[in-house]
């Protein structure tokens, strides 16, 4: 008898070649250009604002509504992309994501806008869990780590990108280009995609089995979640009414979600990967690393602006001090962690004490900074952020089986999304918080030795006494120069206490480096096994 044939590998996953390549490729650049549009317009909200008159209560719903559909997206989509195949579903979502910056400038009013910023969210929040898995699904072993470093492009090299692109599309082409600069990069993205992307086949019948009760658990519960982290500063957390509510709610439904996940049988988390110490240990890593990322990289920009008054054109060096070494660090570093070798926890290890050094040499910031002075900081960061993300990311997804993937994508990288948001919102209670303990400290100290000051006379009134005959409006003139001294050194020292936060997150996380995960190997390719003889 003849001996059965072998099955076929399956057509929608090709040998590896230049199409490939090329097809993960489209894929990395949809999900940098997904990136670019939230980054660029967070930082451009002021010019948006003032270009279509929208007030600043509005523009903090702008950003809020964009985030709650995009990190809901991210727990999802590794369902649907299963279901309509990965590549259709992301060449429709690169496509859609570039269309609706289209009439995004001719919005006519705020209500409008935001249903079209929700549906811009959705479509980009739906592209980096595809990254992710293509990365890991048509690499071959030797180079997949590479492909975690693609990847972790989108966590390092996207958002320190942001504010020089900002500056080069409003002050160089128009305020519209803040919403239109999706349009050419998608369209490469998408030749990309289409050419070079495996046609996986679409599995329909998954519909029968959809777990309706998780999503209409999930979705709300994330999208509450994500508004408080937004809006709980600026409306005085559980002061409002909207907080309390949607904080309740919003946790009530989660929990729910979570108990509804552990149980059933086809969940979109797998809840239970919790119990992995190296999943459990990158998982904490990766939300309290980008957390990381995201407040060193907002307070330079928010010192610049708020005391020197740069505008994110003259702020763009320090941002692409950190963002194009990148292109080179990030291979660098997936080279040096796909040595067997090379222990990825030491490199993770590393990388915290880089990030917690630029941290603490951050607590010396004083009002007479400039923007070369946080060279250093921004240099050791450089180092960092691709040696702690990289790391945390192997330790995620190669614990795990090839089966295992779009359970533990969508938490990745939902979590990746919440990260920023907390990170927004932690932020802005110790900015607020720290610099008006630091204002009333100041103010008190000036009350109760402002006899002692008296004999060191009066410098602002010397300055200002020859501008008007008016006494008393030189007094008030004073008095108002006295205070923007005093919010102007308060706000430094609010900024310097969040550095000090950030050493000791590092801190943390660099013991815990040393005593949860366990140690995981590049991945290899099988070794055929020897013939019988």
């Given at each position: 008898?003849?001996?059965?044939?072998?099955?076929?590998?399956?057509?929608?996953?090709?040998?590896?070649?230049?199409?490939?390549?090329?097809?993960?490729?489209?894929?990395?650049?949809?999900?940098?250009?997904?990136?670019?549009?939230?980054?660029?317009?967070?930082?451009?909200l002021p010019d948006i604002r003032g270009a279509m008159h929208i007030g600043h209560?509005?523009?903090?719903?702008?950003?809020?509504i964009y985030e709650m559909f995009n990190i809901a997206a991210m727990a999802f989509t590794p369902w649907f992309y299963v279901t309509f195949s990965i590549y259709r579903f992301s060449l429709f979502m690169t496509a859609l994501l570039g269309l609706l910056a289209i009439p995004a400038p001719y919005m006519p009013d705020m209500t409008t806008l935001c249903i079209l910023r929700g549906a811009q969210g959705l479509a980009a929040g739906c592209l980096p869990p595809i990254l992710m898995t293509v990365m890991l699904k048509y690499l071959p072993a030797p180079i997949r780590v590479f492909g975690i470093g693609g990847y972790a492009m989108s966590a390092t090299f996207g958002p320190n990108l942001g504010g020089p692109l900002e500056a080069m599309w409003f002050e160089g082409v128009g305020w519209q280009w803040l919403y239109w600069e999706t349009l050419p990069l998608c369209a490469i993205a998408a030749g990309m995609i289409a050419w070079g992307l495996p046609r996986d086949p679409s599995h329909w019948g998954r519909f029968r089995n959809f777990n309706w009760r998780g999503f209409v658990l999930g979705a709300p519960a994330i999208m509450c979640v994500v508004t408080v982290l937004y809006q709980g500063d600026r409306l005085d957390w559980f002061r409002s009414p909207l907080i309390t509510h949607l904080t309740c709610w919003g946790l009530a439904l989660f929990i729910a979600f979570l108990v509804h996940e552990w149980f059933h049988h086809s969940p979109f988390f797998r809840i239970q990967f919790w119990g992995n110490r190296n999943i459990a240990m990158s998982l904490l890593t990766l939300i309290a690393s980008l957390m990381i990322c995201a407040l060193m990289t907002e307070i330079p920009f928010t010192y610049l602006a708020e005391i020197r008054g740069y505008r994110p054109v003259q702020?763009?060096?320090i941002a692409l001090?950190?963002?194009?070494?990148?292109?080179?660090?990030?291979?660098?570093?997936?080279a040096l962690c796909n040595i067997r070798a090379v222990d990825c926890r030491y490199v993770l290890a590393i990388g915290l004490a880089c990030l917690g050094g630029a941290a603490w040499l951050g607590t010396w910031l004083t009002p007479d900074w400039v923007r070369d002075n946080f060279l250093i900081i921004q240099i050791l960061q450089v180092f960092g952020?691709?040696?702690?993300?990289?790391?945390?990311l192997m330790l995620a997804a190669l614990a795990l089986g090839p089966a295992d993937g779009p359970l533990i994508s969508g938490m990745v990288n939902m979590l990746k999304g919440m990260a920023n948001a907390i990170a927004t919102a932690l932020f802005e209670i110790m900015l607020r918080r720290r610099e008006q303990y630091h204002s009333a400290m100041l103010l008190d100290m000036h009350g109760t030795h402002g006899t002692a000051l008296d004999g060191m006379g009066d410098p602002i009134g010397a300055q200002i006494g020859a501008t008007s005959p008016d006494s008393g409006h030189i007094a008030r003139n004073a008095l108002q120069i006295f205070h923007t001294y005093v919010h102007e050194q308060s706000t430094v020292l609010a900024l310097a206490d969040i550095y000090l936060v950030v050493v000791w997150i590092c801190a943390f996380f660099l013991v815990l480096t040393a005593i949860l995960p366990g140690r995981i190997y590049p991945p290899r390719a099988p070794?055929?096994?020897?013939a019988a003889h």
């Open positions: 008898m003849n001996a059965a044939p072998s099955p076929a590998a399956p057509s929608y996953i090709p040998p590896f070649g230049v199409r490939t390549v090329v097809g993960c490729l489209g894929v990395l650049l949809a999900v940098h250009v997904a990136g670019f549009n939230e980054h660029i317009t967070e930082i451009g209560d509005e523009g903090t719903w702008f950003t809020s702020a763009a060096p001090v950190v963002a194009l070494p990148q292109l080179v660090l990030l291979p660098l570093t997936a952020q691709p040696m702690v993300v990289i790391p945390t070794v055929p096994a020897p």
